[in-house]
């Protein structure tokens, strides 16, 4: 996979190429304490977070400190028990997902949800044609322009699929790939929508030395071509490199936000990354 | 209309402690294994028809209902070894398809060994009396009191003996009863074991009221399941309650147009779905660690 | 479509040319019934294999076809081709509408959902005296004519039905290999990566429920012609039943699958039929307390047997089985096909 030497501008090109009036343009997403309950547990109190227009925000914390559930909220997946969340100067707290995606939000999962039974191809022109109206009339009897539009989506979906690196596995089932690839390639459909942020759920857990050097690449790579990226990772050394910001979570709440080198410094963070056993 | 009132609930009640007993059973199966039993309302023909079948070779009619119950709750946890248990990786869905097609087999094996032909039993105690303003049969009281008898026995055999335990605890989180040192497999037979019973022991009470047959099952299964489902499906006491008042919606609705009785429990039963419409998006969501 | 897809629909067209030849009126019958299933079968495959939804009351559409058709035709001398047409209207407007409300149910709930609606409907159809004519149903629907010809026998029929069928099967693979089919096959995948791609997931439910209930709307009206005759006992919840195990004896994420599950089911359901009497004159002689003539639909026994081992023991289907054998032999998957496992594998 580390044959993904892409360039931003490549991926800017590409970008660019469906929504050439709009082009990705920078987003910028906020939280105002966002807070989320299961029962009687907290998953997630009082969040406060700003993610700068084309940078690379990442959040960090030991397992349970609530990344996921910031996810799944920020997406609408699961709904805030108080809060708000801006997105692209609009509030989407309480939106359903599609919705939110289709304001430029993609995303990755840590435990991926690939689609069975489908190919590394379809996998990604899923991700191209999801925002398109369901149009069964066409699917079923697939006038000309319909065929030419599939044509021109599968052309561009393989297009995506060189720019990860998996050009080579088009035809292969997802989940029959390796792991680590299995990774790139939920960034390659989420990438696939288009999106003005796009959310990293823990994308190096359980990758090699060096997948994580090709992830870390193609990471800079999306910041170059001007996409927001956003992820949470278990894994500190990971996104000091990479991250312009970092947001630390600890039981739900945030202990620290600054610069990589200030975060690593701060007393609160040591403690609460050395109270587990890593 | 409303004199026929008194009538309405009193007959409402006798059939709804049947739903409440098919009920049960539904619930100890779904709580413990997840599986929505289709073939509930087989083991009530079962119950029946075995019933009537030892009665005519002469046994005591409690003889005979007991044999009947025993020998249905073997076939409830045959159908789980047997039907259930290799398929236990499948899906949900998988699942309610292998049960329909238990239903439809055990039904066919009741066409087989008893025809077509409806079989009368006679009533456990024969006349009727009336309760304020209500014709109340005497095998009302024998259904109402095996009602209370089951729900009573059921609640002790739950919360007061170590197997009991075992299946709530089963029915709580499988995980943690295993690390406990309970068998979830063995559990889940029991649980098809028990529904099993507690479905055989409604056949034996409404076979007098009803001629029994090998298709009386199904539309029993449904308004038990529908019961089970008014109740919240994992919980017994609503599931009682489910049953009650499933059978007097349907008196009511019934003596107000007899035709469309049937219809009624199936309306209640899409307005109690709709109303019951589960919660936010990811709660039943297909991908796990959300 | 695939280019094995465009062989096997030629290849079929084939086979009813010469079957519509030489077979006689009996097999023709035989035939007729597995196509009209075949119809409703392969739509259920689209919305259960395909997307998830195991609907238990699909029946009801095909009820819906039959009544519609046939009182238009027979009530306001409607042509039997717009009776048709208005079968596949009024079945896919009455799965819009309780869609609407049902889809929102998931995994079981919908299935039982389903089954309640199916039920619901043959209440009416029963009781619904004035329109429906009761239990008893009513006849004297019109045959179908083009131009002078009109279509009289088994095997005019057969002609009809199998041509219907050859359209329903293409539009149904176009619909399986379109955007719109990638992004069904991927709800079933996983619903909650779908909707964060941006995909409004409960139009594309509606959508392919909407479509499955005209494919049941359209051979309930070739059903009411064919027999010239509606009546509620066809439209049962054993008819969803068996709907769903032809589906599923297929392999429930196949179109083809869909197809010969309907052949299969209905021939040995015939086969059944012939050879249960004398399987059951045995058990009478061995126990004479066992009833010599049972009546009734005995092979209803069978036909559980095998959706019970169909579902635990290959849970893809025909189609699924002849899958896994081919992917075996060339070792590069077929990815349109569905192995079932996760068929049924749809979120709760």
Same mark, same amino acid.
């Given at each position: 996979?580390?044959?993904?030497?892409?360039?931003?501008?490549?991926?800017?090109?590409?970008?660019?190429?469906?929504? %050439?009036?709009?082009?990705?343009?920078?987003?910028?997403?906020?939280?105002?304490?966002?807070?989320?309950?299961?029962?009687?547990?907290?998953?997630?109190?009082?969040?406060?977070? %700003?993610?700068?227009?084309?940078?690379?925000? %990442?959040?960090?914390?030991?397992?349970?400190?609530?990344?996921?559930?910031?996810?799944?909220?920020?997406?609408?997946?699961?709904?805030?028990? %108080?809060?708000?969340?801006?997105?692209?100067?609009?509030?989407?707290?309480?939106?359903?997902?599609?919705?939110?995606?289709?304001?430029?939000?993609?995303?990755?999962?840590?435990?991926?949800?690939?689609?069975?039974?489908?190919?590394?191809?379809?996998?990604?022109?899923?991700?191209?044609?999801?925002?398109?109206?369901?149009?069964?009339?066409?699917?079923?009897?697939?006038?000309?322009?319909?065929?030419?539009?599939?044509?021109?989506?599968?052309?561009?979906?393989?297009?995506?699929?060189?720019?990860?690196?998996?050009?080579?596995?088009?035809?292969?089932?997802?989940?029959?790939?390796?792991?680590?690839?299995?990774?790139?390639?939920?960034?390659?459909?989420?990438?696939?929508?288009?999106?003005?942020?796009?959310?990293?759920?823990?994308?190096?857990?359980?990758?090699?030395?060096?997948?994580?050097?090709?992830?870390?690449?193609?990471?800079?790579?999306?910041?170059?071509?001007?996409?927001?990226?956003?992820?949470?990772?278990?894994?500190?050394?990971?996104?000091?490199?990479?991250?312009?910001?970092?947001?630390?979570?600890?039981?739900?709440?945030?202990?620290?936000?600054?610069?990589?080198?200030?975060?690593?410094?701060?007393?609160?963070?040591?403690?609460?990354?050395?109270?587990?056993?890593? | 209309?409303?004199?026929?009132?008194?009538?309405?609930?009193?007959?409402?009640?006798?059939?709804?402690?049947?739903?409440?007993? !098919?009920?049960?059973?539904?619930?100890?199966?779904?709580?413990?294994?997840?599986?929505?039993?289709?073939?509930?309302?087989?083991?009530?023909?079962?119950?029946?028809?075995?019933?009537?079948?030892?009665?005519?070779?002469?046994?005591?009619?409690?003889?005979?209902?007991?044999?009947?119950?025993?020998?249905?709750?073997?076939?409830?946890?045959?159908?789980?070894?047997?039907?259930?248990?290799?398929?236990?990786?499948?899906?949900?869905?998988?699942?309610?398809?292998?049960? !329909?097609?238990?239903?439809?087999?055990?039904?066919?094996?009741?066409?087989?060994?008893?025809?077509?032909?409806?079989?009368?039993?006679?009533?456990?105690?024969?006349?009727?009396?009336?309760?304020?303003?209500?014709?109340?049969?005497?095998?009302?009281?024998?259904?109402?009191?095996?009602?209370?008898?089951?729900?009573?026995?059921?609640?002790?055999?739950?919360?007061?003996?170590?197997?009991?335990?075992?299946?709530?605890?089963?029915?709580?989180?499988?995980?943690?009863?295993?690390?406990?040192?309970?068998?979830?497999?063995?559990?889940?037979?029991?649980?098809?074991?028990?529904?099993?019973?507690?479905?055989?022991?409604?056949?034996?009470?409404?076979?007098?009221?009803?001629?029994?047959?090998?298709?009386?099952?199904?539309?029993?299964?449904?308004?038990?399941?529908?019961?089970?489902?008014?109740?919240?499906?994992?919980?017994?006491?609503?599931?009682?309650?489910?049953?009650?008042?499933?059978?007097?919606?349907?008196?009511?609705?019934?003596?107000?147009?007899?035709?469309?009785?049937?219809?009624?429990?199936?309306?209640?039963?899409?307005?109690?779905?709709?109303?019951?419409?589960?919660?936010?998006?990811?709660?039943?969501?297909?991908?796990?660690?959300? | 479509?695939?280019?094995?897809?465009?062989?096997?629909?030629?290849?079929?067209?084939?086979?009813?040319? #010469?079957?519509?030849?030489?077979?006689?009126?009996?097999?023709?019958?035989?035939?007729?019934?597995?196509?009209?299933?075949?119809?409703?079968?392969?739509?259920?495959?689209?919305?259960?294999?395909?997307?998830?939804?195991? =609907?238990?009351?699909?029946?009801?559409?095909?009820?819906?076809?039959?009544?519609? =058709?046939?009182?238009?035709?027979?009530?306001?001398?409607?042509?039997?081709?717009?009776?048709?047409?208005?079968?596949?209207?009024?079945?896919?407007?009455?799965?819009?509408?309780?869609?609407?409300?049902?889809?929102?149910?998931?995994?079981?709930?919908?299935?039982?959902?389903?089954?309640?609606?199916?039920?619901?409907?043959?209440?009416?159809?029963?009781?619904?005296?004035? #329109?429906?004519?009761?239990?008893?149903?009513?006849?004297?629907?019109?045959?179908?004519?083009?131009?002078?010809?009109?279509?009289?026998?088994?095997?005019?029929?057969?002609?009809?039905?199998?041509?219907?069928?050859?359209?329903?099967?293409?539009?149904?693979?176009?619909? @399986?290999?379109?955007?719109?089919?990638?992004?069904?096959?991927?709800?079933?995948?996983?619903?909650?990566? @779908?909707?964060?791609?941006?995909?409004?997931?409960?139009?594309?439910?509606?959508? #392919?429920?909407? @479509?499955?209930?005209?494919?049941?709307?359209?051979?309930?009206?070739?059903?009411?012609?064919?027999?010239?005759?509606?009546?509620?006992?066809?439209?049962?919840?054993?008819?969803?039943?068996?709907?769903?195990?032809?589906?599923?004896?297929?392999?429930?994420? =196949?179109?083809?699958?869909?197809?010969?599950?309907?052949?299969?089911?209905?021939?040995?359901?015939?086969?059944?039929?012939?050879?249960?009497?004398?399987?059951?004159?045995?058990?009478?002689?061995?126990?004479?307390?066992?009833?010599?003539?049972?009546?009734?639909?005995?092979?209803?026994?069978?036909?559980?047997?095998?959706?019970?081992?169909?579902?635990?023991?290959?849970?893809?289907?025909?189609?699924?089985?002849?899958?896994?054998?081919?992917?075996?032999?060339?070792?590069?998957?077929?990815?349109?096909?569905?192995?079932?496992?996760?068929?049924?594998?749809?979120?709760?």
């Amino acid at each position: 996979m580390s044959d993904a030497t892409v360039t931003g501008e490549a991926i800017r090109r590409h970008l660019a190429g469906g929504h %050439a009036a709009r082009g990705p343009q920078p987003a910028d997403l906020e939280t105002r304490g966002l807070s989320r309950h299961f029962g009687g547990v907290a998953a997630l109190t009082d969040l406060d977070l %700003a993610v700068a227009p084309g940078t690379v925000t %990442a959040v960090i914390g030991p397992n349970g400190a609530g990344k996921t559930t910031l996810f799944n909220l920020l997406t609408g997946v699961l709904r805030p028990s %108080a809060g708000a969340i801006r997105f692209l100067g609009r509030e989407v707290a309480g939106k359903p997902p599609h919705a939110v995606a289709a304001l430029g939000m993609a995303r990755t999962f840590q435990n991926l949800q690939l689609f069975p039974q489908m190919t590394v191809l379809e996998t990604v022109q899923v991700g191209r044609e999801a925002r398109r109206g369901a149009g069964f009339l066409g699917a079923l009897f697939r006038p000309p322009p319909v065929v030419r539009a599939e044509r021109a989506a599968r052309e561009a979906a393989r297009e995506q699929l060189a720019l990860v690196g998996l050009a080579d596995r088009a035809d292969d089932l997802a989940t029959s790939l390796p792991f680590g690839q299995q990774r790139l390639l939920e960034i390659a459909r989420a990438l696939a929508t288009e999106p003005a942020l796009l959310l990293l759920d823990e994308p190096a857990a359980g990758l090699s030395a060096g997948e994580r050097a090709a992830l870390a690449r193609l990471v800079g790579d999306i910041r170059a071509a001007g996409v927001t990226t956003l992820l949470v990772e278990h894994d500190m050394a990971f996104v000091m490199r990479l991250a312009d910001r970092v947001a630390v979570l600890n039981f739900g709440a945030k202990i620290a936000d600054d610069s990589p080198a200030a975060v690593q410094r701060d007393p609160a963070v040591i403690a609460a990354y050395l109270g587990e056993e890593e | 209309m409303l004199a026929q009132a008194p009538q309405w609930i009193a007959s409402g009640l006798t059939l709804g402690a049947i739903y409440a007993l !098919i009920a049960l059973g539904f619930v100890m199966i779904y709580a413990v294994t997840d599986v929505i039993n289709l073939a509930q309302g087989e083991f009530v023909m079962l119950g029946a028809l075995l019933a009537i079948t030892f009665k005519r070779q002469g046994w005591p009619m409690l003889a005979a209902a007991l044999a009947a119950v025993a020998l249905t709750v073997a076939v409830g946890a045959a159908v789980q070894l047997l039907a259930l248990r290799p398929a236990r990786q499948a899906s949900v869905l998988t699942l309610i398809i292998i049960t !329909i097609g238990v239903s439809i087999a055990l039904r066919g094996a009741a066409l087989l060994l008893w025809g077509t032909d409806p079989y009368p039993l006679a009533p456990f105690s024969v006349g009727a009396f009336d309760l304020g303003g209500a014709v109340v049969k005497r095998q009302s009281l024998w259904i109402a009191g095996t009602l209370i008898a089951a729900a009573v026995a059921l609640w002790a055999f739950l919360n007061h003996t170590m197997l009991g335990k075992g299946l709530r605890a089963c029915a709580i989180n499988p995980l943690a009863a295993r690390l406990m040192g309970v068998r979830p497999g063995r559990m889940a037979t029991l649980s098809f074991a028990l529904g099993a019973g507690l479905a055989a022991v409604a056949g034996v009470v409404i076979a007098p009221d009803t001629y029994a047959t090998y298709d009386m099952g199904f539309g029993l299964g449904l308004k038990g399941f529908i019961a089970a489902i008014i109740g919240g499906l994992t919980n017994p006491a609503g599931a009682v309650a489910g049953g009650l008042l499933l059978g007097v919606l349907e008196a009511v609705g019934g003596g107000i147009k007899s035709a469309y009785k049937d219809a009624v429990a199936f309306v209640i039963l899409l307005l109690v779905l709709l109303a019951r419409r589960f919660g936010p998006f990811a709660a039943g969501g297909a991908g796990g660690g959300l | 479509m695939r280019r094995v897809d465009r062989l096997g629909l030629a290849a079929l067209a084939v086979v009813v040319v #010469v079957l519509g030849w030489t077979l006689g009126g009996s097999q023709l019958s035989l035939l007729n019934f597995v196509g009209l299933f075949a119809i409703s079968a392969i739509g259920l495959s689209l919305l259960a294999g395909y997307a998830g939804q195991v =609907s238990l009351g699909h029946a009801a559409f095909y009820g819906i076809g039959a009544y519609t =058709s046939a009182l238009l035709t027979t009530r306001l001398g409607l042509s039997p081709w717009l009776g048709l047409a208005a079968a596949i209207v009024a079945s896919a407007a009455i799965a819009a509408a309780v869609g609407l409300p049902l889809l929102q149910l998931r995994g079981h709930y919908l299935s039982i959902g389903t089954l309640g609606f199916g039920v619901i409907v043959t209440v009416i159809l029963n009781e619904w005296t004035g #329109v429906t004519g009761g239990p008893s149903g009513f006849g004297g629907v019109p045959d179908f004519a083009l131009g002078a010809y009109g279509f009289r026998n088994d095997r005019d029929y057969f002609f009809l039905i199998w041509a219907f069928l050859l359209a329903v099967i293409a539009l149904a693979l176009n619909l @399986v290999n379109s955007r719109v089919g990638r992004i069904l096959r991927a709800l079933r995948g996983s619903e909650v990566a @779908v909707a964060t791609l941006g995909v409004p997931v409960w139009r594309y439910k509606l959508g #392919v429920f909407v @479509v499955s209930a005209a494919y049941a709307g359209l051979a309930g009206g070739l059903y009411a012609h064919y027999l010239r005759f509606v009546n509620p006992a066809a439209f049962t919840l054993r008819v969803s039943v068996e709907l769903l195990t032809m589906a599923a004896v297929g392999g429930l994420a =196949s179109v083809w699958g869909a197809l010969v599950g309907a052949a299969a089911v209905q021939l040995l359901i015939s086969q059944i039929r012939d050879q249960l009497p004398r399987l059951q004159e045995g058990l009478h002689r061995l126990i004479p307390a066992i009833p010599e003539r049972p009546g009734g639909e005995q092979e209803l026994i069978a036909f559980g047997l095998l959706l019970m081992l169909i579902m635990i023991y290959l849970p893809g289907g025909i189609a699924g089985g002849v899958n896994t054998l081919l992917r075996r032999r060339a070792a590069r998957p077929d990815p349109t096909i569905g192995a079932a496992g996760s068929a049924a594998a749809s979120p709760e």
